[in-house]
């Protein structure tokens, strides 16, 4: 059973990507939060696979918060902002009030922002600085590469076997409503 009251923040691109399966997805994503009464904390734009989680979440009666840096308001947010959101100043405090709203951390499909999202919270997570859970959500094997890339950091000695442990892939969202229903 759901914990009632609990905040899962999405980090996902600002673009759908290429392949549909990852707009399907993030549709889902939004539409299994909104079913578990989880609140979904997310950047406030309604573009890409962010605004296909936001909308989902939204019109199957979800909450949400969302989070958006003033400069990226007109690039992002082209319908109204979510009831719940918050304007910041810059990128970094848009992360952190994004991260500090939530019980667990997903990340979508994305690009270079997403990454910065998901290394960011994974290092404050290695070096002691939460317990939060971090899920990739691997549509059509997006994280592979990214995994790749994590078993030859440890590999190659610049971290600890742990590391991997701090990251739970999933391939779809079934499995993440499953993993985020034994964290939350």
Same mark, same amino acid.
């Given at each position: 059973?759901?914990?009632?009251?609990? $905040?899962?923040?999405?980090?996902?691109? $600002?673009?759908?990507?290429?392949?549909? %399966?990852? %707009?399907?997805?993030? /549709?889902?994503?939004?539409?299994?939060?909104?079913?578990? @009464? &989880?609140?979904?904390?997310?950047? %406030? @734009?309604?573009?890409?696979?962010?605004?296909?989680?936001?909308?989902?979440?939204?019109?199957? =009666? @979800?909450?949400?918060? #969302?989070?958006?840096?003033?400069?990226?308001?007109?690039?992002? /947010? !082209?319908?109204? +902002?979510?009831? *719940? !959101?918050?304007?910041?100043?810059?990128?970094?405090?848009?992360?952190?009030?994004?991260?500090?709203?939530?019980? *667990?951390?997903?990340?979508?499909?994305? #690009?270079? #922002?997403?990454?910065?999202?998901?290394?960011?919270?994974?290092?404050?997570?290695?070096? #002691?600085?939460?317990?939060?859970? +971090?899920?990739?959500?691997?549509? /059509? =094997?997006? &994280?592979?590469?990214?995994? %790749?890339?994590?078993?030859?950091?440890?590999?190659?000695?610049?971290?600890?076997?742990?590391?991997?442990?701090?990251?739970?892939?999933?391939?779809?969202?079934?499995?993440?409503?499953? *993993?985020?229903?034994?964290?939350?």
């Amino acid at each position: 059973m759901p914990s009632p009251g609990k $905040s899962v923040c999405v980090y996902c691109g $600002s673009r759908s990507g290429t392949r549909p %399966a990852y %707009a399907e997805a993030a /549709a889902q994503t939004g539409r299994m939060l909104a079913a578990n @009464g &989880w609140r979904l904390v997310y950047g %406030a @734009g309604d573009v890409g696979l962010m605004g296909a989680v936001a909308a989902a979440a939204q019109e199957a =009666g @979800g909450e949400s918060l #969302g989070v958006i840096p003033v400069h990226l308001i007109p690039r992002e /947010a !082209h319908r109204a +902002l979510p009831r *719940a !959101h918050v304007v910041t100043e810059t990128m970094h405090e848009r992360k952190k009030v994004m991260f500090m709203n939530a019980d *667990a951390v997903v990340v979508l499909p994305g #690009g270079a #922002g997403s990454l910065d999202e998901f290394f960011e919270v994974l290092t404050w997570r290695q070096i #002691g600085l939460h317990r939060k859970p +971090l899920f990739l959500l691997d549509s /059509a =094997g997006y &994280w592979q590469p990214l995994l %790749a890339l994590i078993d030859h950091v440890v590999a190659e000695g610049f971290a600890d076997e742990s590391l991997k442990a701090f990251v739970t892939a999933v391939p779809d969202v079934a499995a993440l409503e499953a *993993a985020l229903r034994e964290v939350l």
